[in-house]
C-alpha cells in the first residue's frame, strides 16, 4: 500500500494542505526582506538648515583717490555753553579747526647743485671717487650752479686780493717815506690803517674780470672735454662733459672760498702769507683735478680705445685758448 492511500488521522493537519501555503508565503517574504534591505542601505539626506548670510564690510579701494578731508580727524560737533562754575575758565563753544599743513617746498636744481659741491669734495677727500662722480651727475645742474657760485668766489678772492695787497704797499711806502722825511712828506693820502686800497668802482672792475676769466677757462675745458669724447666715436650731452670738469674742480672751489676769508684778516703781512699758500695749494689741486678729470672721462661712454691721447692734445688746446681769452679779457678791461 502506498503512503497516498494511507487515512490521516483524525487530529492531525495534512501535509499536503500546508505546503502550497509555504510556496506563498517564501516569495512575499523574500520581497519584504529586499525591500527592507534596500530601505536600509539607502542613506537619509540630512535636513538642510536656512543658512544665515552675514554682511562684510567692504574694505575701500586703496587707488580711489581719497578726498583731502579723509586725512583729518573729524570736527566734533560743537557742544552747548555751560554757564562757568566759580573759579573755572568758561568752555569755548566750538572747538577750533585743525591747521591744514602746507606741502613742503620742492628744492630747485640749482640749489641741490650748490648743496652738492661740499658734498663731492667730502667724497673725494675720503677716497670715494665713483660716489663723488655719481653724485654730481645725479644732479642736473651741478654744472651750472658750479660756475656760478665759483665765478663770483674767484671775483671776491681776486678784487678783495688786490685791494688789501695794495693797501698793503701803499702803507708800507708811506711809513717809509713818513719815517725817513720825519713825517713831512707823504707819497698818498693812505697810512698803515689803512684797509683797502681800491675804491669800488676799481674794486667791481676787478670782481667782473676775474669772474668772466674763470667762466671762459671752464667752457673751453669743457668744450675740449666733450671734444674727447666725439674723437673716439661716443656722443654724450654737453652736460656730461661739463658736469666732469666741475667735479674735478670742487677742490679749488673750497680753496678758493676759504682763502677769501682769510684774506679779510686785517693784517699787512697775512695777505702775503695767504698768498703764499694759496699758490702751493692750487698746484696741488691741479694735479688733483686732472688725475679726477680723466678718471670722469673714462666713466662717461664705453671707450673702445683709450681716450688718453685725445685728451693730452686737447688740454694743449684748452690751454691756448685760455690764454688767448686771457690776454682779450686783460685788454679789455686795462687791467
Known amino acids: 500500500m502506498s503512503d497516498s492511500s494511507m487515512p490521516t488521522a483524525p487530529g492531525q493537519p495534512s501535509p499536503y494542505a500546508s505546503q502550497p501555503a509555504q510556496a506563498v508565503q517564501a516569495p512575499q517574504a523574500a520581497q519584504a526582506s529586499q525591500a527592507a534591505q534596500a530601505y536600509q542601505s539607502t542613506p537619509v539626506a540630512p535636513v538642510q538648515q536656512p543658512i544665515q548670510y552675514q554682511q562684510t564690510p567692504v574694505a575701500p579701494n586703496q587707488d580711489q583717490a581719497q578726498p583731502i578731508y579723509a586725512q583729518y580727524p573729524p570736527v566734533q560737533p560743537a557742544q552747548p555753553v555751560q554757564s562757568p562754575q566759580s573759579g573755572q575758565q568758561p568752555a569755548q563753544p566750538y572747538a577750533a579747526a585743525p591747521a ?71 702803507s708800507f711806502a708811506d711809513d717809509l717815506l713818513d719815517s725817513m722825511s720825519g713825517g713831512l712828506f707823504s707819497s698818498s693820502g693812505y697810512s698803515s690803517s689803512d684797509y683797502f686800497g681800491l675804491d669800488f668802482g676799481e674794486w667791481f672792475q676787478f670782481f667782473i674780470y676775474a669772474a668772466l676769466l674763470y667762466v671762459a677757462y671752464f667752457f673751453i675745458r669743457s668744450l675740449c672735454v666733450w671734444a674727447v669724447c666725439g674723437i673716439r666715436k661716443q656722443s654724450v650731452p654737453f652736460s656730461v662733459a661739463a658736469t666732469n670738469v666741475a667735479s674735478a674742480y670742487t677742490g679749488q672751489l673750497v680753496l678758493t672760498a676759504l682763502l677769501f676769508i682769510l684774506v679779510l684778516v686785517p693784517s699787512t703781512g697775512f695777505v702775503s702769507f695767504v698768498t703764499f699758500i694759496g699758490i702751493m695749494l692750487y698746484g696741488l689741486l691741479s694735479y688733483l683735478s686732472e688725475l679726477l678729470l680723466y678718471t670722469a672721462i673714462n666713466r662717461s661712454a664705453p671707450f673702445a680705445k683709450s681716450p688718453l691721447m685725445p685728451h693730452v692734445l686737447l688740454t694743449g688746446v684748452s690751454m691756448t685758448a685760455t690764454f688767448l681769452a686771457f690776454t682779450a679779457l686783460t685788454y679789455i678791461f686795462a687791467v
Open 100 to 170: 591744514v599743513p602746507q606741502a613742503p617746498a620742492q628744492k630747485s636744481p640749482f640749489s641741490i647743485g650748490a648743496v652738492a659741491q661740499w658734498t663731492v669734495f667730502s667724497q673725494i677727500l675720503h677716497g670715494h671717487t665713483i660716489p663723488a662722480l655719481n653724485i654730481a651727475h645725479s644732479s642736473s645742474l651741478f654744472w651750472a650752479a658750479h660756475v656760478a657760485i665759483f665765478a663770483g668766489i674767484v671775483g671776491l678772492f681776486y678784487a678783495t686780493t688786490i685791494a688789501r695787497i695794495s693797501a698793503a704797499a701803499t
